[in-house]
């Protein structure tokens, strides 16, 4: 390929997207990049609309480790896998419990979730994407990076041990973010602001930004008594309407409707290595009645991906015919251990994510491994719809 031609040079990745839609331009693609095209259709983006994250190609988790970095300097050869799964340093954070399963609004678990990630547009992160602005906190004139504006700040730091919470939440010097959350999503709220269940410690992150926002925006100061009382007004609100909302059917429902409407899915996938194609299958059994679905996915890099796509399919499917309570099963060992432990996974990013954005619109979810003959059901859905695509392609065209 020559030179970029002008109009190109800017080009992003976001470019190659189709416009609201998080799905590749194939044509653009095949207009643009043509001899990236296959390499660029493997990776599948969230349909969740997961934010961006870089991934170290050398651990087979993505998150970069010294050790592991170190080797890549030392020698340009690949790390071999076996060594970069010894040497990756695994993440003991519970995202379904610490993330997913807060009792707040699915707009604050999106957020925490981004926060925990380092995807907020702070100052320091637009500076760091070349973005010209001073990157400093407006209320003190540091740096403004998330643990700044959300614990280091002065203002941050009142706004949390003024918190009505017990044990009341004391710090100094520094504070980090992630391994600080746990503890503070445990602290009970107390008496008399009406917080009765889940945590306090999401609604403040969230008036945190909000007003954080206002001030950047709007040059709107909010002062620290403001931020608590909206956080306590909040969450009192949300718990509300969740009574309200769960009320009936626990009332109506007897023991053991709760235990007709809970769903068995098992998926599989069958992989066509040269077409890079896949075949993905699931069933479903509720009161003993069992369902069979199967799709085709195109572009896809791996096995392991296949085994993502098919469960994430299944989970919108399941979720589209409103069902609540799922037992999901799996004969990938390496998936299921990805979920639950939420470590990622290189090249399912965005599948992993959408996989826990949708778990977390269900009343209940689990992932279970199971072994490959139990899943003979699935795996055969997934082999037959392969085969039959692999059959309607060789057959020659005819009218
Ligand atoms: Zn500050």
Known sequence: MGPAPETLINLTVSDLLLPDRNEWDIAKIHQILPFEEQRI?????????????????????????TKTGYAAVLSSRSTEAGEARATAERSTFDWRKNVWKLQTTPKIKLFIWKTLHGAIPTGEALRSRGINVDGLCKRCKLPESIDHLLFQCSYARQVWTSAPVYPSIEYSGSIELRSSWPDLCSKKTLPPTGVSIGALAPWIVWQLWLARNKLVFEDKIITIEEVLSKAVASAREWITSQDHLTQPTRLIAPPTM???????????????????????????KRQ????????????????????GLALREALLKCRDMGLSKIRCESDSAILIKAINANSPLVGLYGILADINSIASSFDSISFNWISRERNGKADGLAKNVLSSELAVMAAPNTV
């Open 41 to 65: 259709l493997a990776i599948k983006p969230s349909l969740t609309g997961a934010p961006d994250k870089l991934s170290w190609l050398s651990t087979d988790t993505g998150e970069y480790s």
């Open 258 to 284: 709760l235990q007709a409407d809970y769903v068995l899915l098992r998926t599989d996938a069958a992989w066509n290595e040269s077409l890079n194609l896949a075949g993905l299958g699931w069933m479903t």
């Open 288 to 307: 003993g009645r069992e369902s069979s679905f199967s799709s085709i996915a195109q572009h896809v890099a791996t096995p392991l991906a296949a085994e």
